[in-house]
T-cell receptor, first 111, second 117 residues
């Protein structure tokens, strides 16, 4: 069985500040891990994915995430937030045929 | 990159009628497509997994007679909500996986907003 926990349903940062969105997973097999972004009334867009290669994964729009097996974590970071980063972010774990999503984190970016 | 489209993007229907939503992979073949439903400010909940040429696999609690899924080709899957009721109002999102993808990555469509009045 797989599960994902995203700590913090809402995160607010100032423009230019560090973005940190937390994700912890549970998986009985080596996981594939993903971060997706969703803008209002749109589908999900892949930010990045971990598939057992490098533990530090770089994605689009300046985002990156680090896979830490000992902590079962896959936190998403961006050094400097931009107003256009305001959106809902979902962490997901994949295995076999399915993706299991976390409950999402709404990122708000303030001036 | 791979693109998945959905049609319509928004639909309003009367209670008791049926609505069909199409999901297409535009530039790749998708042996497997997935249908999700998302309530406001909530995560995506997998409804069913659709494999080309075979019956869909429904998640526990999803009525297969109410949510009919057809995956007749490698680029098209349809979800029909039969005898829709207001509680079926939701955002429905499909996704597709490339035939040889080993990373379980799914490409998502833009979603369909269904409102049942």
């Amino acid at each position: 069985a797989q599960s994902v926990t995203q700590l913090g349903s809402h995160v607010s940062v100032s423009e230019g500040a560090l973005v940190l969105l937390r994700c912890n997973y549970s998986s009985s097999v080596p996981p594939y891990l993903f971060w997706y972004v969703q803008y209002p009334n749109q589908g999900l867009q892949l930010l990045l994915k971990y598939t057992s290669a490098a533990t530090l994964v770089k994605g689009i729009n300046g985002f990156e995430a680090e896979f830490k097996k000992s902590e079962t974590s896959f936190h998403l970071t961006k050094p400097s937030a931009h107003m256009s980063d305001a959106a809902e972010y979902f962490c997901a774990v994949g295995g076999g045929n399915k993706l299991t999503f976390g409950t999402g984190t709404q990122l708000k970016v303030e001036l | 990159g791979a693109v998945v489209s959905q049609h319509p993007s928004r639909v309003i229907c009367k209670s008791g009628t049926s609505v069909k939503i199409e999901c297409r992979s535009l530039d790749f073949q998708a042996t497997t497509m997935f249908w999700y439903r998302q309530f406001p400010k909530q995560s995506l909940m997998l409804m069913a997994t659709s494999n080309e040429g075979s019956k869909a696999t429904y998640e526990q609690g999803v009525e297969k007679d109410k949510f009919l899924i057809n995956h007749a080709s490698l680029t098209l899957s349809t979800l029909t909500v039969t005898s829709a009721h207001p509680e079926d109002s939701s955002f429905y999102i499909c996704s597709a996986r490339e035939a040889e993808d080993r990373g379980s990555h799914q490409y998502f469509g833009p979603g369909t907003r269904l409102t049942v009045t």
